[in-house]
């Protein structure tokens, strides 16, 4: 005799007793005021420096990237490799972007952008590096997109649904971060 097929375990998520789903009028209300905040309401509220320091953090990383890159292009032009020196520079031009989004993204924050070059190296969580050879700036490269994806993925889970338009901009940068990386790991393996 066939033995019956095990019931999987549903499980189901209900309301609480008397639970509803109802927006926060007074919130709602003070959006009408404080019109100098511009795009900040309450509901960024509570998180809202936090985001700023990390934005920044974030802002300081692809500043030091675009100078690695910079450096690397510049120096693997003369190393007589072209092509690599091209998507360096590539590749420095689209972190400028994500640079750009970010300090946009802070200043509609209503935070400051950080650009201040004394303190880049110590904020940024990528390394600069000025390797002479071709081997070692794909590595440097490539250890640096990992750093940033990591950071951006650990960005992406914090944030979750406390600012989804800065959660989305991060999304769109750790797709760019994680191209760079297959891109740098297929030259590694080719080099
Ligand atoms: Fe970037
Ligand atoms: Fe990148």
Redesign the pocket.
Known sequence: MATAAPVPHIKTVKPAEGERLALDEAAIDAARRNLNLGAVTPHSGPWRKDIIQLLNDSLA??LV?VLRYKRHHFTAEGLSSPKIAEEFLVHAT??A???DRLARRIVQLGGEPDFGPDSLTTRSHAAYDDSADLKSMIKANLIAERV?IEAYSQLITLIGDKDSTTRRLLED?LA??QQ?ADELKDWLAAD
């Open positions: 990383t692809e990237c689209e972190e972007g994500h640079a940033a940068i760019d971060e760079h």
